[in-house]
Antibody
Framework: EVQLVESGGGLVKPGGSLRLSCAAS????????MIWVRQAPGKGLEWVGR??????????DYAAPVKGRFTISRDDSENTLYLQMNSLKTEDTGAYYC?????????????????WGRGTVVTVSS | QSALTQPASVSGSPGQSITISCTGT?????????VSWYQQHPGKVPKLMIY???NRPSGVSSRFSGSKSGNTASLTISGLQAEDEADYYC???????????FGGGTKLTVL
């Protein structure tokens, strides 16, 4: 069964740090570009960033609001995606989802995300 | 404020058709044919409904269709069913440093 399971969320004070994990199963994780998307309470979706597969360089890209504070990494030996969040702000509060870049055949689409985890909730509050 | 603009809500009766708009700029929707649409039921995770403006992933009903004109993309749902009641989000690839931007979401109510 194709599955993504996030963990690591919780309550943290402004300025603090948190590391989220996303365990993948049921597909070839190492070949898959992985993305983090977040959703503030009662609000819309927001792209946080992505990490490419190692065969495509393994580099990460970030949304402007989190660049310099968040780091996305992957451990292909453990089929796990990470999101290290530092200097957290109250506006970082929300549910964090890991998701996969959609591919069909040999084509992939950077804006299309098909497999989603159930999310983990981060609350930044004093 | 979201980068892409969607109406906050739309409604329709069973069997009718509705269209949800998603307006961006010449840096995103207007520049790239990389617009996707997602359906999210309350308490559930988003589901990919449309990609690359007009394409449906396997398993998505043909009642869902996408289109684009200029800086505005649209999602049309025909033959509305009660199960279509959900939030719908568009997104687009963008030439800005933030590679992908989402719309603020539209709540669809089936009357």
């Amino acid at each position: 069964e194709v599955q993504l399971v996030e963990s690591g969320g919780g309550l943290v004070k402004p300025g603090g740090s948190l590391r989220l994990s996303c365990a993948a199963s049921g597909f070839t994780f190492s070949d898959t570009w992985m993305i983090w998307v977040r959703q503030a309470p009662g609000k819309g979706l927001e792209w946080v960033g992505r990490v490419k597969s190692k065969t495509n360089g393994g580099t990460a890209d970030y949304a402007a609001p989190v660049k310099g504070r968040f780091t996305i990494s992957r451990d292909d030996s453990e089929n796990t995606l990470y999101l290290q969040m530092n200097s957290l702000k109250t506006e970082d509060t929300g549910a964090y989802y890991c998701t996969t870049r959609f591919c069909s055949g040999t084509s992939c689409w950077d804006e299309a995300f098909d497999i989603w985890g159930r999310g983990t909730v981060v609350t930044v509050s004093s | 404020q979201s980068a892409l603009t969607q109406p906050a809500s739309v409604s329709g009766s069973p069997g009718q058709s509705i269209t949800i708009s998603c307006t961006g700029t010449s840096s995103d929707v207007g520049r790239f044919n990389y617009v996707s649409w997602y359906q999210q039921h309350p308490g559930k995770v988003p589901k990919l409904m449309i990609y690359e403006v007009t394409n449906r992933p396997s398993g998505v009903s043909s009642r869902f269709s996408g289109s684009k004109s200029g800086n505005t993309a649209s999602l049309t749902i025909s033959g509305l069913q009660a199960e279509d009641e959900a939030d719908y989000y568009c997104n687009s690839y963008t030439s800005s440093n933030t590679l992908v931007v989402f719309g603020g979401g539209t709540k669809l109510t089936v009357l």
